[in-house]
């Protein structure tokens, strides 16, 4: 839980729903060139796929340790 190590999963607690909705609605009024849309959905990918390999790397860096 957010006392025992897990604070970033708890997100922002009540609020976190409306926050999202927020920033949803804030995404949602920009615009974007084809170019830039392409290039932002790129650079969440390369976000994703490297923070996948970090967590499946660590978990199993943890698991051959314990």
């Given at each position: 839980?957010s006392?025992?190590?897990?604070?970033?999963?708890?997100?922002?607690?009540?609020?976190?729903?409306?926050?999202?909705?927020?920033?949803?609605?804030?995404?949602?009024e920009?615009?974007?060139?084809?170019?830039?849309?392409?290039q932002?959905?790129?650079?969440?990918?390369?976000?994703?796929e490297?923070?996948e390999?970090?967590l499946?790397?660590?978990?199993?860096?943890?698991a051959?340790?314990?």
């Open positions: 839980d006392e025992n190590g897990a604070a970033f999963f708890s997100g922002y607690g009540a609020s976190t729903g409306p926050m999202w909705q927020a920033f949803l609605k804030f995404l949602s920009l615009t974007f060139t084809p170019h830039e849309a392409e932002a959905t790129a650079a969440a990918r390369e976000t994703f490297r923070l390999r970090v499946c790397d660590r978990s199993i860096e943890l051959v340790n314990d």
